[in-house]
């Protein structure tokens, strides 16, 4: 029978019951690969549940670095009987199904086209402890000594976590380290270690880091300067505040007083959580709250307000699969037509988008210098897969002479030059007024931040006029705006002269761009551009001006980013072709490249343009 | 439309420590009805805070919809001001007071604005004791969508076209004290020397501190048969006692006639006097506050003054135990740990 042999390159999944320990256990899997210097990235697939039902961890081991989802699975670790008939029928031919032999494996359970390994952990666990806890927890790493010995993970690499997992707790590193062992043992004395997919270590993770997109945006708040975290708890958003708590608590404490330098409310709802941010924003401090879609309802209300009272705002969503509660623990890019325009009338949010955690990190620091220069929203778009996943990045890094863009606010001595202040005056000409916080100045300065209309005063007025100065200054701070935002990077250079381009934002870039490299392979190259913030910069524009037909990417059903490219920068419809993927699962690389391979089977007309054409 | 008022003023005005005229606690015109008890608050905050000598800028104004929240608009020009959303002044005003502890926030709501869409925020905020003046300008109507009930119309009262409200009304002050407010007061838009003093006593007090003012409605809600009109409030009005404040630097005599005194000292050291009438109770026992309103509520009355005070609250930067700086004011170097702190953390991460 076929065996698949690799090494250092394989899907890997563990199929276990939700609440039994095995999160940790599987964590220490993947960072012990991850310490053997092969790229690695995990995903957790979790249902809506505290416990009991079915959760699986997928890992990707990419010795080339590919971080996206793959698709096809290698290697089953089935500890879930409830969901066996599925885990069962996901392995690829010649794969291999690691199972608890404590009890024989039902004839329906069986293919012959994949390869069995019965360890019986049950029996192992019943021999070795009398306390049932313990049965449960050891079980777990028991399965993890056995995978060391199969897959030949070296030993000591998970030793070293072992000990460093309960620093503090040493009591317990000795019998986990023995627990590995059983594991370790049984494997090898039963079974060909290691099995033709393999590990082997090497140097291709240089000096990244191991992070979840949620903890570093987290980071990037503090770097970014915020004080006040005001946010109501939600999957999969939620760890964006944990880490920002975990990491003030050290890092922003006055060393005078031991009091913190930081606020950290949690709200009774999303629409508080928002108002607390507007509130403090316009009082002078950074402020922030993450949530996810059902949130970003709520709070749709207070972000027209922000938007036309002009108050910065940062909100990270990490959106989940809806409509309504949808799927909360599954991912999805379909937030996107919902915080462009949030709120009702004519309104336009900043959006950024983050493709790993690196992103994360600086586009969260970034989107409070932007949100205070542009006097407005921005909203992180990330997801659930990049949110809550621990994912490999570039370290982070932060350039000590920066300074933070406060935008334009006046201080008590700018005032007291200026003869008549007038907060909605465009004094320069690109939109953008000047602001001053509450407290300034004695008797200039002050004015009436309402979300009804104005003058350039501050002095409400329903007059017509004057209501159409001010939304036309804002569309002007728009086009402002689109000079602000990142940039969308190009990949255009790597195959010159295409004559078709793929278009993507957010998670999809790792899948998107595995996908282009299975495609280049068998002949067929496309430009790519990654967009990477709303507005757009003219550049997204060029790029789809410069193919015949764009591909856009994304993990939603209504082409969201589709339609935004529509309606914003007046694309041509025939042109821009939507790749889409829907089941609340990370993107795949091989879905992606597959869908795009019937656009061109059946195009035998060559992918380059002529040199001409190309300009 | 605002309409703002001239600047000049008469040269003879009484001015306060700062040196200050009562115009410069003055706002832009008023557009609310004739008569509307809600500019009487507003003269009575303008006094309050000329008599009190507070710097207007150091003022944080803040409300949410509706005709009291249009308020702060006729008060305190020299003060910014936040007219926010429908019910959710209180988030505003926490966000606000997170980012600056230094400033004075006065928030002004209505009936409507926070008895019905903002009664969650309104619970949160009086739970999270933050230190602000939160008043409600109660006339048990929506004003402007022409005459509709609040969740404070009491049962049995007539609307302006007759209709009897079938609903067990909310009571504020009720609320308040079991939410855990620290300063409960209420007061009638038409006792100006009760009002005053109570304002003085609330933008003192050190914690959350909530006045609802019965302010009938001149247009929609004053005619027989409701509860909330000016006959009938003037006729069931129920007084705990005069409330006079005094500050530190200079006392201020009540013009009441003085009964009984019970004299409490505030945070800031200043103290206020309560002159209790035959129906005061000790206005530091929740129980005891809780009954006295309930007690006249049964007779149909409202119980009006200081209901209630903790004179040993915290406010929310003391729960959190933020820093003593305002936040908004902490310089980069206190916020942003380096790169050698990221360093580490990128270390602690492989």
């Keep these: 029978m076929h065996k698949i042999k690799a090494l250092n390159d394989f899907v890997i999944k563990f199929a276990n019951i939700n609440g039994t320990g095995s999160a940790s256990a599987n964590s220490m899997f993947a960072k012990a690969i991850f310490r053997m210097g092969i790229p690695v990235s995990p995903r957790n697939i979790f249902p809506s549940n505290i416990q009991g039902l079915p959760t699986w961890y997928e890992v ?108 503090g707790k040493e009591k317990l590193i000795a019998p986990n380290i023995h627990a590995m062992e059983l594991g370790y043992r049984h494997a090898q004395e039963n079974f060909e270690c290691p099995l033709p997919v393999r590990l082997k270590r090497c140097d291709n993770v240089g000096n990244q880091i191991l992070i979840d997109g949620n903890t570093a945006a987290g980071l990037g708040a503090i770097y970014g300067g915020a004080t006040v975290a005001a946010w109501y708890p939600i999957t999969p958003s939620t760890s964006v ?52 879609g059902p949130g970003v309802s709520l709070m749709t209300e207070f972000l027209g307000l922000a938007y036309f009272a002009e108050i910065p705002v940062v909100l990270i969503n990490v959106q989940r699969a809806g409509p309504s509660t949808g799927m909360p623990t599954r991912t999805q890019q379909a937030d996107v037509l919902a915080a462009a325009y949030a709120s009702h009338g004519d309104t336009k949010q900043v959006l950024l988008f983050p493709s790993n955690a690196k992103d994360c990190f600086d586009m969260t620091a970034q989107a409070f210098d932007l949100a205070e220069r542009l006097q407005t929203p921005v909203i992180l778009m990330t997801d659930l897969d990049l949110g809550m996943n621990d994912t490999l990045s570039p370290p982070f890094e932060w350039d000590d002479s920066r300074t933070y863009d406060r935008g334009k606010v006046l201080n ?38 309402r979300g ?76 790519a551009i990654r967009v990477r913030a709303f507005p757009f910069n003219q550049d997204v524009q060029k790029f789809i001006d410069a193919h015949q037909r764009v591909f856009v990417i994304e993990q939603n059903r209504d082409a969201q980013l589709r339609s935004l490219l529509l309606i914003e920068n007046n694309a041509d419809p025939q042109k821009l072709i939507s790749l889409l993927h829907i089941d609340g699962t990370p993107i795949m690389a091989r879905s992606i490249a597959a869908q795009l391979r019937k656009y061109f089977d059946s195009n035998v007309t060559p992918l380059r343009r002529s040199a001409k054409s190309a300009g | 439309m605002s309409y703002q008022r001239p600047t000049i003023h008469h040269p003879e005005l009484p001015k306060n420590d700062l040196g200050y005229v009562s115009r410069d606690y003055e706002g832009a015109i008023s557009t609310l009805c004739a008569g509307c008890g ?118 049995g009262s007539k609307s302006k076209k007759g209709v009897e409200n079938l609903y067990s009304p909310i009571d504020l002050v009720s609320i308040a004290i079991q939410l855990g407010a620290t300063f409960v007061g209420r007061s009638f838009s038409g006792d100006k020397q009760q009002l005053i003093p109570l304002i003085k006593a609330a933008v003192s007090h050190h914690g959350f501190a909530f006045i609802d003012v019965i302010s009938p409605c001149v247009t929609f809600n004053n005619n027989v048969g409701s509860t909330k009109s000016y006959d009938y409030v003037r006729e069931h009005v129920e007084a705990t006692g005069t409330v006079d404040f005094v500050p530190m630097r200079k006392e201020i005599t009540t013009q009441y006639e003085a009964g009984k005194t019970q004299e409490v000292t505030l945070h800031d050291g200043s103290t206020i006097h309560l002159h209790k009438a035959e129906t005061g109770h000790d206005i530091h026992d929740r129980q005891a506050a809780l009954n006295a309103i309930e007690d006249q509520k049964r007779k149909g009355s409202y119980l009006t003054g200081l209901l209630y005070m903790d004179p040993n609250a915290a406010d929310l930067h003391e729960m959190i135990s933020t820093t003593n700086k305002p936040l908004s004011q902490l310089t980069e170097a206190e916020l942003c740990p380096g790169s050698k702190a990221l360093e580490n953390i990128n270390n602690s991460l492989r």
């Design chain 1, 60 to 167: 990707r081991i990419s010795e080339k670095g590919y971080l996206g989802r793959r698709g096809g699975i290698d290697v089953m670790v089935c500890m879930n009987p409830q969901s066996m008939a599925k885990d069962v029928a996901e392995v690829e031919a010649g794969g291999y199904f690691v199972y608890d032999s404590s009890k024989p494996l039902d004839i329906q359970y069986i293919r012959k086209d994949i390869h069995y390994i019965g360890i019986p952990f049950t029996q192992i666990c019943l021999r070795e402890y009398s306390d049932p806890r313990q049965r449960q927890l050891f079980k777990n790493i028991i399965y993890v000594g056995s995978l060391a010995a199969l897959l030949d993970i070296e030993f000591k690499v998970l030793q070293d976590l072992v000990s460093e997992q309960f620093k």
């Design chain 1, 241 to 292: 505040v944990d880490a920002f708590e975990k990491y003030t608590r050290r890092l922003r404490i006055d060393p005078g007083t031991g009091k913190k330098n930081y606020a950290i409310v949690q709200a009774e709802d999303e629409l508080s959580a928002m108002g607390m941010v507007i509130g403090a924003m316009w009082n002078g401090a950074r402020a922030f709250t993450a949530t996810s």
């Design chain 1, 412 to 449: 008590a001595e700018q005032l007291d030059k200026i003869e008549k202040f007038g907060r909605y005056l465009d004094v320069d000409g690109d939109g953008i007024c000047y602001r001053t916080y509450p407290g300034t100045h004695p008797s200039k300065g002050a004015f009436f931040t």
């Design chain 1, 452 to 527: 009804t209309s104005r003058d350039e005063y501050a002095v409400y007025t329903e007059d017509g006029a004057a209501y159409l100065r001010n939304v036309e200054r804002l569309l002007k701070k728009w086009e402002t705006a689109k000079d602000h935002v990142p940039a969308p990077e190009l990949y255009a250079e790597r195959n010159p002269g295409t004559a078709d381009g793929v278009l993507f934002y957010g998670t999809s870039a790792s899948s998107t761009l595995e996908a282009l490299d299975i495609l280049a392979g068998e002949g067929i190259e496309l430009d």
């Design chain 2, 38 to 155: 809600h500019d009487s608050i507003s003269a009575a905050v303008i006094q309050a805070c000329w008599e009190m000598s507070i710097e207007p800028h150091r003022v944080a104004k803040l409300s949410g919809i509706g005709c009291s929240s249009k308020t702060p608009t006729y008060f305190l020009g020299k003060s910014h001001g936040f007219n926010s959303v429908h019910g959710r002044m209180p988030s505003i005003a926490t966000g606000a007071n997170l980012a600056n502890r230094d400033l004075i926030y006065i928030g002004v709501s209505g009936d409507g604005d926070t008895a019905s869409i903002g009664m969650g925020q309104f619970a949160h905020v009086v739970r999270r004791s933050l230190n602000m003046l939160y008043m409600v300008e109660n006339n048990g109507c929506y004003g402007l969508t022409k005459g509709q009930d609040s969740a404070t119309a009491d049962i």
